[in-house]
């Protein structure tokens, strides 16, 4: 790995990482203790991951409602 790839990536993880670190600050500054933090975070995530599996299942169902009807024969 060459030294301008290095630093590129550094950046990218730094960006990816930035939004995290702004709201545990921004809560702390404000009276939230660590702990609320982390709880409303949880909260978000497995929303996401809820969301994400629905989505998921939904277009899965799709897929073999389509595979189905094209396998059956018409009379």
Known sequence: MDRESIIK??????????PPVAVVT???VNGWSMSHTLTAITIVYVAAQLAYLLW???NE???RNAKQAACEVPE
Do not use: L
């Open 56 to 58: 998921k299942w939904r």
């Open 26 to 28: 921004h809560q702390a």
């Open 61 to 63: 169902r799709a897929e």
């Open 9 to 18: 990536t550094i950046g990218v993880e730094t960006a990816k990482a930035s």
